[in-house]
C-alpha cells in the first residue's frame, strides 16, 4: 500500500485486469505445483485462471485496495526450524515439528524427518510470490537460475533518497555514483 494511491502495487504484477492487475505479468508454471507432494495441500490451490489470458494467477493479491502481511507466523517457524537444524538445537520444538505445523495448516503429508533440503522446500511452497526466494538462494550460496548467486546483476540499488541523507554510502555497482 502506499499512500499516495491508497492501491496494493503488487496486484500490478500478479493480478489479472479483472482484479486491477496488467493482466499476465507473472503466471504460475507447471514446475511449481509440482513441487506439492500431496494432492490435500490447499496450497496447491490458492490460484485462478486469469480472465485475459487463460494463464494461472496466484491468489494473494486480488484485493486491491488490501493490506499486505509483511511477516507471517509460518514464516517465523519456517526460520526457526532452519536455525535450530543448523545449530543441531530444538529450541521452542525441534525442526520437524515446525515444519509440520505448516504442513497441518495446509494438509500437507506429514514428515517423520527433516533436512534442510526440505526445509527450504517448505520455505519456497509457503512464501511463493512474496519475494522471499531470491534472498533465500543467495544467502545458500545457490545460483538464481543460470546467474551465480553472487553476480552483481542480482544487487538492487541502494535508494536515492539513502544517497542523498547520508554521504558515507557507496553505490552499488552498476547503478551509477
Not at 533465500?136 to 543460470?146: E, F, I, M, S
Amino acid at each position: 500500500m502506499t499512500t499516495q494511491d491508497g492501491s496494493n502495487n503488487l496486484i500490478t504484477h500478479y493480478a489479472d485486469q479483472d482484479n486491477g492487475g496488467r493482466g499476465n505479468g507473472i503466471s504460475v508454471n507447471d514446475e511449481y505445483l509440482a513441487m506439492f507432494d500431496s494432492e490435500d495441500d490447499v496450497r496447491s490451490e490458492f490460484f485462478y485462471a486469469s480472465a485475459q489470458s487463460e494463464d494461472l494467477l496466484t491468489a494473494k493479491y486480488t484485493n486491491q485496495f488490501g493490506n499486505v502481511m509483511v511477516l507471517r507466523l509460518a514464516e517465523m517457524y519456517l526460520i526457526r526450524a532452519e536455525a535450530n537444524l543448523r545449530l543441531g538445537s530444538s529450541v521452542g520444538a525441534t525442526p520437524v515439528a515446525d515444519v509440520n505445523v505448516i504442513g497441518e495448516q495446509s494438509n500437507a503429508n506429514a514428515m517423520s524427518t527433516v533436512d534442510l533440503d526440505g526445509i527450504m522446500l517448505e520455505r519456497e511452497l509457503e512464501t511463493a510470490f512474496e519475494g522471499l526466494l531470491i534472498h533465500d538462494l543467495k544467502r545458500t550460496v545457490q545460483n538464481v537460475g543460470n546467474i551465480p548467486y553472487n553476480d552483481r546483476s542480482l544487487l538492487f540499488p541502494i535508494p536515492q533518497r539513502e544517497m542523498d541523507v547520508n554521504s558515507l554510502l557507496t553505490q552499488n555497482p552498476g547503478y551509477g555514483s
